[in-house]
Structure formats: C-alpha cells, structure tokens
C-alpha cells in the first residue's frame, strides 16, 4: 500500500482585499491550512466559510504560521500592520506592489528581526489567479532558500519566477514590464483618439492595431539584442533620419484631427534628439540608440551600462 497523504503547507496571510481574497481562495481550494488577517475584519471573516481561521489581529496571525504572506495596499501599510510585532524565525513573501528600493529596505528590516524575505510582483489580475492558462505569474526576489523551501505553495496561485536573491529585482521586473504595458496603452489610445468622429469605428480598427502591434513585437529582441551589443548600425530597416522626418506626419496629422500629441511627442522628440546630437553618427542608426539619452545625468546611474 503506498502512502498518498501529502501534507499541504500551512501558511498566514495579512490583507484579503481583492487579490489577498483571491490568492487565499486558491490556497483554501488545494487545501492548504490557512489562516488570514485583515484590517478590516469582515473581508477576512467572509473566508472562514471556506476554511479559513480567521485571526483577530495580525500578531496572532504571524504567530500561527512560519509562512506568512503580505498582501497589503503598499509598503506604509506593512509597517502599519506588522509595528511591534515578533518576526523572528519567520519566511516572510510580500506579495505588494512596490519599488525596488522598498523591497531592499523591506527585506533588510525583516532580516534585522530575525525573519526570512521575499518580495514579489503580480503579474496578474484576482480573476487570472488560480485559473489554470490565465497567463498570470509573479516574480519573485531576496532568500533563494526560503523560496525553495515554500515553492510549492507559491506556484498555487500563480506560476512562480525567481528573478534573484537582490530583494529589488522582483519589483524592477514587475515595473520594467508594466512600464512597457503603459506604453503600449499610450499608443493605442492616441491612435483610437485620431479615428474619433470620423465615422471610423474603433471596433473596426481594432483588430488592425493588435495585428500592427504583433507585427511590430520584434522590436523587443531587437531592441535588446542592440542594448547589449550597443550595435545600432547593423542590419537596420528603418533608419533614424527616416524616422524623425517622418515623425512630422504624426504630429502634423494629430493636429489636424485635434488630438494631444502629449502621450507619443516623448518619444519621437528623444529620437529627434539623438538624430541632432550628431547627424552624421547617428542617421543610419536604428531608433534604439535613442534608448541610450534615457539614463540622465543627475539621475542615479547604473554600474556598468554604457552611454
Ligand atoms: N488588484 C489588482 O489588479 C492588482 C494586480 C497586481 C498586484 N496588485 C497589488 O496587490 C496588492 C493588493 O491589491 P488589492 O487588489 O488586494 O487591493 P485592495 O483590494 O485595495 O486591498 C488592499 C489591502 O491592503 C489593506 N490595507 C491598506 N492600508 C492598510 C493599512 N494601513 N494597514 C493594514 N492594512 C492595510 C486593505 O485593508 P482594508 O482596507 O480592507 O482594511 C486591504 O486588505 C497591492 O499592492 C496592489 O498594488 C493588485
């Protein structure tokens, strides 16, 4: 006879809004032993039907479990829950969205009281979690060991990507890609905006731009294997001096449709930029070199990046 009883690993969770809510629904479903703490006690007590224990402040919800996940509106609110509360032998996640300063600063104040840390960046929406081909994954930085140790449990909710033992770089990865997302967001509403009373519907272009868009993908290998090469000369398509000429287009045409420029001039006035800071250098170039005027003086720079 073989033994198939797994033991599931119990854990606590602090903040059951609507991703703490949808995260502790998974762990309850696969069966893990969960208990949960929220500021506001009937979001939390809305899980005790499920299986949830329902602890009334959050020093008895740190106490219950070695595992304890956060999370919780921003990093204020981590020190507010957590103020005075005793963290030693703990594996602390935090699953909140914050900066890569926070998650350093975050994980060092854990491991000064004697815990474990683990930050983390959602790449999901609550209804992508625990619905198996949602596409939703969380990044994950800082103690290798206590990553391992609770992996299990952590790939409930989502797919789990270990991105490094510096605690900053699950949330520069989380920033990084949201960042981009914002971008991609900003072109498509300036070009919805154009279309706007002209009895162009946006139903009917929008399978033109998610088309246009996919075509236009490569420009993310592109544009990294450039980055890394800094070769911004070889193989290019589409050169600078075009681009920025043809930029007047853009403008011009947004003008004449009445339309902000604001979300699309930051860009191609940085490749105007590059162009005008050496004509004959840079007008073969493709538009990545621009990337490298990003990184300002005065701003703290990265070791070992090249302008
Ligand atoms: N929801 C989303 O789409 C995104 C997806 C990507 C990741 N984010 C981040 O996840 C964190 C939690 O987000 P959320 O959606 O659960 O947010 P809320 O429903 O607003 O819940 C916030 C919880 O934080 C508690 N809280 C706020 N301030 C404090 C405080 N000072 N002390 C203790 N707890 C605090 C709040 O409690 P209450 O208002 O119910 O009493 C909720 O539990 C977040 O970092 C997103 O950026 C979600």
Not at 126 to 154: E, K, N, Q
Not at 214 to 241: C, H, I, K, Q
Request: hydrophobic share 45%.
């Amino acid at each position: 006879m073989t033994d198939t009883h797994v033991t599931k690993r119990p854990l606590t969770l602090l903040g059951t809004g609507d991703m703490g809510t949808a995260l502790a629904r998974t762990w309850l479903a696969a069966g893990h032993p969960l208990t949960v703490w929220n500021r506001t006690a009937a979001k939390a007590a809305a899980l005790a039907p499920e299986g949830a224990a329902v602890a009334a402040g959050p020093a008895e919800a740190v106490a219950a479990h070695t595992l304890v996940v956060l999370c919780l509106l921003d990093d204020a609110s981590i020190g507010a829950a957590l103020e005075g509360i005793d963290l030693t032998g703990k594996d602390i996640v935090n699953l909140t969205t914050g900066t890569p300063a926070e998650g350093r600063t975050r994980a060092a104040w854990a491991e000064e009281r004697g815990a474990r840390f683990v930050d983390a960046g959602i790449m999901a929406t609550p209804d992508m979690i625990g619905a198996p081909g949602s596409g939703a994954y969380v990044f994950y930085s800082g103690s290798r060991a206590l990553f391992d140790t609770h992996r299990a449990a952590l790939e409930v909710p989502a797919v789990a990507r270990f991105v490094g033992e510096d605690p900053g770089h699950a949330a520069l990865h989380d920033v990084a890609l949201l960042s981009a997302m914002y971008g991609m967001f900003a072109g498509v509403s300036h070009a919805y905006a154009l279309i706007e009373g002209e009895g162009i519907a946006p139903g009917d272009l929008a399978p033109l731009l998610s088309e246009w868009l996919g075509a236009m993908g490569f420009f993310v290998g592109n544009a990294a294997e450039r980055l890394s090469s800094r070769d911004f000369t070889g193989g290019v398509v589409s050169n600078l001096a075009m681009q920025v000429a043809s930029s007047g287009t853009l403008l011009r045409t947004a003008a004449g449709q009445g339309v902000s420029p604001e979300l699309i001039k930051p860009y191609l006035d940085l490749m105007r930029e590059r162009l005008e800071a050496d004509p004959a250098a840079h007008a073969g170039e493709d538009t990545v070199g621009a990337l490298t005027l990003l990184r300002r003086q005065g701003l703290p720079a990265k070791a070992g990046l090249p302008g």
